[in-house]
């Protein structure tokens, strides 16, 4: 089957956080491409890859960028698709300018955004996009968040049972 959704970032130094999302992807078995696409160095790319997207099958647009993070808006203007926005971490704002970069999308032009460094979720959700038409696939998302209310609530018990500070020695 060809990809669904597409992963793709301003630069490859933001691949430790977006690797969150291919992850994610890869334990609900959904083909992805990963791969670099710069809004400022490579604008042709972008709007080759944008205009395209459709056509090519993806489903979603899985977006990160840091800094002035013009790419998940950018590819946003020039697609229909769906793109989910990850802003990405910076030293100098620690990913604020980012974030608001992403976020403040004019009408029309909308970019769902997830929290600073939130590729995991950038996944879930366009995982939950797709299982709109899957119920295979919905399926496979509430069994992964039924086991994570299952670890809070195995997590609760112990705490309550051996006492805070035996928990954290432990």
């Known amino acids: 089957m ?3 959704i ?3 970032m301003g630069s490859d130094s ?3 956080v977006m690797q969150e999302a291919a992850k994610i992807l890869e334990t609900f078995d959904i083909e992805f491409k990963l791969t670099v696409v710069s809004a400022h ?3 042709r790319r972008m709007f ?3 205009e395209t997207a459709a056509e090519a099958g993806y489903k979603v647009i899985i977006a ?3 800094g002035a993070a013009h790419l998940p808006g950018m590819v946003a203007s020039l697609t229909t698709l769906p793109v989910i926005g990850v802003p990405i971490q910076t030293k100098s704002l620690q990913g604020e300018d980012s974030l608001l970069s992403i976020v ?3 009408p029309g032009v909308p970019v769902a955004t997830m929290a600073i460094n939130g590729a995991k979720n950038a996944g879930i959700l ?3 996009i797709l299982a709109l038409y899957k119920p295979e696939l919905a399926q496979k998302i509430a069994e992964y968040k039924n086991s994570m209310k299952n670890e809070v609530e195995l997590k609760a018990k112990r705490l309550e049972l051996v006492g805070w500070e035996k928990y954290l020695e432990d």
């Open 2 to 4: 060809p990809a669904q």
């Open 6 to 8: 597409a992963i793709i």
């Open 14 to 16: 933001d691949l430790p």
């Open 41 to 43: 160095r490579t604008p």
């Open 48 to 50: 080759d890859f944008a």
């Open 64 to 66: 990160g960028a840091g």
């Open 104 to 106: 403040q999308m004019p």
């Open 126 to 128: 366009a995982a939950q």
